[in-house]
C-alpha cells in the first residue's frame, strides 16, 4: 500500500513514520508539512534506519492524490476537516488522527471545539476506529476516525462491564492522568518544562474537549444513556495515560462475574492484557508499545468497581491504533509493524 503521512512533523507523525518504515506492506510516498524546507526524516527521526531515506517535505494534494492508496492525516483539531473532505472525495482510504470527524453531532462539535463543523454530512459516514469495539465496521470503511486518547483509555476499561450491566451507568467516574505529549506540540505555557516538572496537577475539569467523544462512545456501547464525570491530569511524564474508573457495581456484579466479562471480551485481543487478579497496570509496562492492561478490584463495603488502564497515549492512544485500523481495514496481519 502507498501511503502518505499530511502533518507528519508532529508527535503522532514521528510515531508513524517509526511503525510504518518497518511495516512489511507499506511504501511511504509522502510526508508532508507546511514549513517551506525539506527536512530529512533522519534529521527528524536520530535514532531511524540508515536505510531510511525519505523527506519531509511542503504538502501539495495533487502528488498526494496521484501516488497514495492510505492517507494518515495528522493535522490539528478543526485544521484536519478540509483535507480529510478533498482526500475522500478523491477516493483513498483517510485515517484522521484529529477530533474533526468522531463525533456525530455537529452541534456537540461546535460546542466543544468553538468552531462549526463545515462538512456535516460526513460526519454520519466516519467509522469510529477504537479497533476493539468497531472491528467489523473498520474492514469496511473509507473513513476512520481514530479515536482521543483519554477515549480509548476509559472505553477499554468500561466496555466489558457496560455490555453486560454490570455497573450503574449514573455512577460513572473517569479519573485520568497524561504524560505531556498528549496535548501535542503547540505551544502552551501548561506544558513547559517548568510547569510541567515535578509537577502535577487537574485541568478541564469536566469541560474537556474528549468529554463528549467519551459519552458518545460510552453510550453506543451500553444502548443507553450515562452520567460521566471526568477529571484529567498532567503528569511530568512524556508519554502513557493512566485511567482510575470507578462506578457503583449492580447486583450481578460479583469479582467472578467481572473477571469472566473482561477474560471473554477481551480474549484474543492482540493488544490487551488482563492483569492477574488484585495487580494492577503501570504506565513503564506500556510506553512505545500498542498495549492496553487493565486490572479492577471491586470494595465489598461501597458496591463500587474501580478499573484501571494503561496505554501509551502516542500509541494505542494515537499513531498505533492507527496502523491497527490500517491493517483491519486492508487485510493484514493486526500486529503488523506496530511495536509490542
Request: a positive charge.
Amino acid at each position: 500500500m502507498n501511503c502518505a503521512i499530511i502533518g507528519a512533523t508532529g508527535y503522532t507523525g514521528i510515531e508513524l513514520i517509526k511503525i510504518l518504515t518497518r511495516h512489511s506492506f507499506v511504501r511511504l510516498t509522502h510526508l508532508t508539512t507546511r514549513q517551506k524546507r525539506a527536512i530529512p526524516v533522519r534529521e527528524l527521526i536520530p535514532t531511524i534506519s540508515r536505510e531510511v531515506n525519505l523527506e519531509v517535505r511542503r504538502h501539495s494534494f495533487s502528488e498526494v492524490k496521484r501516488k497514495t492508496d492510505v492517507i494518515f492525516v495528522c493535522l490539528p483539531h478543526t485544521e484536519a476537516m478540509l483535507a480529510v473532505k478533498q482526500y475522500r472525495e478523491a477516493g483513498k482510504i483517510v485515517i484522521d488522527l484529529s477530533a474533526d470527524y468522531r463525533l456525530k453531532n455537529a452541534a456537540q462539535y461546535q460546542k466543544w471545539y468553538k468552531t462549526r463543523h463545515l462538512f456535516p454530512s460526513l460526519l454520519k459516514s466516519a467509522v469510529y476506529g477504537l479497533t476493539e469495539i468497531n472491528r467489523s465496521s473498520i474492514r469496511k470503511a473509507d473513513l476512520i476516525a481514530n479515536p482521543g486518547c483519554y477515549p480509548t483509555g476509559a472505553a477499554l476499561g468500561l466496555a466489558p462491564l457496560l455490555e453486560r450491566g454490570l455497573v450503574d451507568l449514573k455512577s460513572i467516574v473517569v479519573d485520568a492522568k497524561s504524560g505531556g505529549t498528549g496535548a501535542g506540540k503547540k505551544l502552551s505555557v501548561h506544558t513547559q518544562f517548568s510547569e510541567l516538572d515535578e509537577n502535577f496537577y487537574a485541568y478541564k475539569v469536566n469541560r474537556h474537549q474528549h468529554m463528549p467523544e467519551i459519552v458518545q462512545t460510552l453510550e453506543k456501547i451500553a444502548g443507553k444513556k450515562v452520567g460521566l464525570t471526568f477529571v484529567p491530569h498532567l503528569l511530568p511524564v512524556q508519554r502513557g495515560i493512566l485511567t482510575v474508573i470507578y462506578a457503583k457495581k449492580t447486583n450481578k456484579a460479583t469479582p467472578a462475574a467481572i473477571r469472566k466479562a473482561f477474560l471473554e471480551r477481551y480474549s484474543g485481543e492482540p493488544f490487551i492484557r488482563l492483569k492477574a487478579e488484585e495487580t494492577f497496570p503501570a504506565l513503564r509496562d506500556v510506553q512505545n508499545t500498542n498495549y492496553c492492561d487493565i486490572g479492577f478490584t471491586v470494595e465489598p463495603k461501597s458496591g463500587r468497581v474501580i478499573v484501571i488502564t494503561a496505554i501509551d497515549n502516542l500509541l494505542k492512544g494515537a499513531s498505533g491504533q492507527a496502523v491497527q485500523n490500517m491493517n483491519v481495514r486492508c487485510g493484514f496481519s493486526e500486529e503488523e509493524g506496530i511495536p509490542a
